[in-house]
T-cell receptor, first 115, second 112 residues
Framework: DAKTTQPTSMDCAEGRAANLPCNHS???????VYWYRQIHSQGPQYIIH???NNETNEMASLIITEDRKSSTLILPHATLRDTAVYYC????????????????FGKGTHLIIQP | NAGVMQNPRHLVRRRGQEARLRCSPM?????VYWYRQLPEEGLKFMVY????????ESGMPKERFSAEFPKEGPSILRIQQVVRGDSAAYFC??????????FGPGTRLTVT
């Protein structure tokens, strides 16, 4: 799986959009970008994933650059409960073609939402 | 649809005892993953199982650790002769085999 680089920590004001960057310059054509987060002491939580098109769900939006070398996770209206460590992970998709292997978690970005 | 369930949530063992951690995947999920998170460290993949098969155990310590996912019942992560360095949070995740994994709340193992 390709390596990812994320800032160690970020602050964001409550109610504002939180934009979390991730660099993955060695990403391969068949690798997806996944985002998970871990709120203190809890199990990691899946947020969103994408291949090359921008994606949006009820939790967040994922913007992937055209060259796919970087991406940004956007939490549109951050709340105090969004304080967590956010992990950007690049991996081949699962399914019968393989890629259903374990996730490789880096150090992630510690996002702190300020009241 | 209940999420991934793990029990016990907290487990205390003395050095030399055995620890058994259980994971019930989400309904319809046939893929189970175990991860370990040592204090102040990141999550590390340990093992990936499908029903009755170990698919990838590249992250498992070579000794004292084993895992199974029987045809019936939960997946079990077993640690024999625990040592203080085994103290950690152990997380289980399940998936249908494609895309996202869903994690349980974890078992906190403390070895005294």
């Amino acid at each position: 799986d390709a390596k990812t680089t994320q800032p160690t920590s970020m602050d964001c004001a409550e109610g504002r959009a939180a934009n979390l960057p991730c660099n993955h310059s060695t990403i391969s054509g068949n690798e997806y970008v996944y985002w998970y987060r871990q709120i203190h002491s809890q199990g990691p939580q899946y947020i969103i994933h994408g291949l090359k098109n921008n994606e949006t769900n009820e939790m967040a939006s994922l913007i992937i650059t055209e060259d796919r070398k970087s991406s940004t996770l956007i939490l549109p209206h951050a709340t105090l409960r969004d304080t967590a460590v956010y992990y950007c992970i690049v991996r081949v998709a699962g399914g019968s073609g393989g890629g259903a292997d374990g996730l490789t978690f880096g150090k992630g970005t510690h996002l702190i939402i300020q009241p | 649809n209940a999420g991934v369930m793990q029990n016990p949530r907290h487990l205390v063992r003395r050095r030399g005892q055995e620890a058994r951690l259980r994971c019930s995947p989400m309904k319809g999920h046939s893929h189970v993953y175990w991860y370990r998170q040592l204090p102040e460290e990141g999550l590390k993949f340990m093992v990936y199982l499908q029903k009755e098969n170990i698919i990838d155990e590249s992250g498992m310590p070579k000794e004292r650790f084993s895992a199974e996912f029987p045809k019936e019942g939960p997946s079990i992560l077993r640690i024999q002769q625990v040592v203080r360095g085994d103290s950690a949070a152990y997380f289980c995740a399940s998936a249908t085999g494609s895309y996202e994994q869903y994690f349980g709340p974890g078992t906190r193992l403390t070895v005294t």
